[in-house]
């Protein structure tokens, strides 16, 4: 008998989507103190994409309606923030 019979992939997966989503507000935390003001950098939308779609992915899985609309209307919005990020800095990452 193996000990990864015992193993929940899925819960795995979903833990794994919560931290990419955390890592949104540390990598916003640690870009902050570095310029010495309250910061959002382009990685944090980016963080929060992958993130959402992540947790959705979850979502759908655990068929939990909640979170797949809350995901999907907020991808949305993270996404429109990249456009408007990259129009108001001119860049071409």
């Not at 929940?8 to 919560?18: E, M, P, S, V």
């Not at 963080?47 to 949305?76: N, T």
């Amino acid at each position: 008998m193996s000990i990864f019979n015992n193993i929940n992939y899925w819960l795995l997966f979903g833990l794994g989507a919560q931290f990419v989503f955390f890592m949104r507000f540390f990598v916003q935390w640690i870009y902050s103190e570095k310029k010495k003001k309250s910061s959002i950098p382009l990685a944090f939308w980016y963080l929060s994409i992958v993130g959402s779609i992540l947790i959705f992915i979850y979502a759908i899985h655990i068929k939990d309606p909640v979170f797949m609309l809350g995901q999907s209307l907020a991808l949305l919005i993270y996404v429109r923030n990249i456009f408007l990020f990259k129009k108001d800095n001119d860049v071409t990452q």
